[in-house]
Structure formats: structure tokens, C-alpha cells
């Protein structure tokens, strides 16, 4: 087959955008997590397509290393989407420079926006940090959302197979691009991030592996009935089921799968999160997600 789609996604979002346009495009579909095994990642195709959440203004840490073992672009195809919650910032922009600095070139970059699905800081001051939840959105508006993407996802399947060109959306770009001349996208914002988490390892920030630490605010509460999904839908094996229910391995992506899809919403992320109703694409089902765990290629 002379397309391939890559995606990362915990909550469904991004496996049902690099799903649509794979359909669309007649692309075979790959889960990167099992892929990161390799030392080099090749492929035959001429189109490639790269799909992922945007996390922290930016791209996942799993993406970038991904990118980075990825070899033989030039000449191709290649083409980005990003899903996004809120903004997609200079996330396409971040895209582009780390295909370029292997040889490849990125010939349109989209984004998609989708139901957020991650932490937004709650309106305590006594903790502060402590207390960030999960973001609640009306089932409404929810709906709309989804809707509008799969149309969104429609026109980007066409511009894709008719293989057009110059397309990078960005948002709030000034602002970005000030973040990244005074470095707080490598500082300030993962400091901020590893004292949500409540890691007590922040004295390198500026680690690239920063991000494994954060599951040391993951905890269970007596809910837990010990179902396994949460391991089952983990992408990269972070999750062990225990007697006393599930553990974290210390190599977290921060995907939040484990605790979207705990089906007793028992899984917490510090405090913040008790009580807060729980998401992932009403188009995947847990099977979908385990799928990408055991390298089964989609197609």
C-alpha cells in the first residue's frame, strides 16, 4: 500500500481522525506506540500521514521521538492533523521543523477541534496546583464538536488525495512564538506541569522524558473493580494490575486513557478529578484502543 497513516491517541480522538481520512485516502492505519520498539522507522509509501492530540501547545513527547526515528521522507507526500481541544497554537509549525530536520518535507498540516480532554486549573487558591480538573463540557456542545470534526476530517481526506500543498493552520501564533524566544515551553510550562502531578522530581525540567513523571499523581479509589481496562487501553504498557488494583511504571506519555476510560471513574488525577464526569470519542470502543497495545494494524 503507497499510503500509511501513524497515530497517537489516548481517548479516541486522533484514531478517529487518522481513522477517517485513512478510509478516505484508501491509507493503511499504524499505531505509533508498538512501532517505538524499532531503532529506525521506514516506509514504502509515497503519502504519509502523521496524527496526534496537541498536548501542551505542542506536540507529544511520543510524537517528537517517533519523528525522530523516522528516516527516507524526502520526496514524499507528508501530511499532518493535529486534534486539539482549545487552540492548536504552533503545533503544525513544530510538525513541519521536525520532519524538515530528517529530510522530509510537510506538504499540509491541519487541525481538527475536538471535545478537550485533559486537566484546566479549578478555581481553588488554597492548592492551587492540587486541585486542576477535568474539564466539563455539555453533552451539546460536545455533539457539535464531533460533528463539525467529521466534516472537518471529510475536506481534509479530500485535499489529502488530491495531494495539494501550502496548508499549515496555527492559532495564536504571536503569543507562541514569544513563549518559545523565552524558552517557557521547556521551562516554566513542564515545571508547572510536574508540580501539578505532584512529582517531587523537578530539578531537570528541561528533560525530554519529563513527562513519565507526572503518573505519580495517578491514584485508585475503592471504586475500582480491578476490570483491567485501564491496562488494556494504556498504549504504552504503563499500567500493571496489582491485587490492590492498578500501579504506574514510571514511563507515562499522558494520554489520560487509564482514567477517560475507567468505566467506575475510579482512577484520579490528584484531587481535582473526583467527581468530574468522563470522556473519550462515543465512536471507539475500548477494543479499538486495545488494538494499538498489541500492534494490531488497523486497515
Known amino acids: 500500500m503507497d499510503k500509511e497513516v501513524y497515530y497517537f491517541s489516548g481517548t479516541g480522538n486522533s484514531l478517529v481522525a487518522a481513522r477517517t481520512v485513512s478510509m478516505a485516502i484508501g491509507a493503511r492505519m499504524l499505531a505509533m506506540p508498538p512501532l517505538m520498539r524499532r531503532d529506525v522507522i521506514e ?79 479549578s478555581l481553588s487558591i488554597r492548592d492551587f496546583f492540587g486541585s486542576f480538573m477535568l474539564e466539563q463540557i455539555p453533552m451539546a456542545t460536545k455533539r457539535d464538536l464531533i460533528s463539525a470534526s467529521y466534516r472537518k476530517l471529510d475536506q481534509i481526506g479530500e485535499y489529502v488525495l488530491s495531494k495539494r500543498e501550502g496548508i499549515h493552520e496555527t492559532s495564536n501564533e504571536t503569543i507562541g512564538s514569544l513563549s518559545d524566544v523565552l524558552g517557557l515551553k521547556g521551562s516554566l510550562q513542564r515545571w508547572t506541569w510536574l508540580k501539578v502531578a505532584g512529582s517531587k522530581d523537578i530539578t531537570d525540567p528541561s528533560s525530554p522524558h519529563h513527562v513519565w513523571k507526572m503518573d505519580c499523581g495517578f491514584s485508585v479509589s475503592p471504586e475500582c473493580i480491578r476490570c483491567g481496562r485501564c491496562k488494556d487501553v494504556c498504549p504504552v504498557g504503563n499500567v500493571a494490575l496489582e491485587p490492590c488494583g492498578p500501579c504506574w511504571l514510571h514511563r507515562c506519555e499522558q494520554c489520560f486513557a487509564c482514567l477517560q476510560w475507567c468505566p467506575k471513574g475510579a482512577i484520579q488525577f490528584r484531587d481535582g478529578t473526583r467527581g468530574c464526569s468522563r470522556y473519550h470519542h462515543p465512536d471507539v470502543g475500548a477494543r479499538d484502543m486495545n488494538l494499538w497495545k498489541k500492534g494490531v494494524k488497523n486497515e
Open 43 to 121: 516506509s514504502s509509501a509515497t503519502t504519509i500521514g502523521i496524527v496526534f492530540p496537541v498536548y501542551n501547545k505542542g506536540m507529544p513527547s511520543i510524537v517528537e521521538r517517533f519523528i525522530e526515528k523516522m528516516c527516507d521522507l524526502e520526496g514524499k507526500y507528508v501530511f499532518g492533523i493535529c486534534t486539539y481541544g482549545h487552540a492548536p497554537c504552533l503545533t503544525i509549525r513544530y510538525l513541519s521543523k521536525a520532519i524538515g530536520a530528517i529530510g522530509g518535507r510537510l506538504a499540509a498540516g491541519f487541525a481538527v477541534r475536538m471535545p478537550y480532554n485533559y486537566l484546566v486549573p
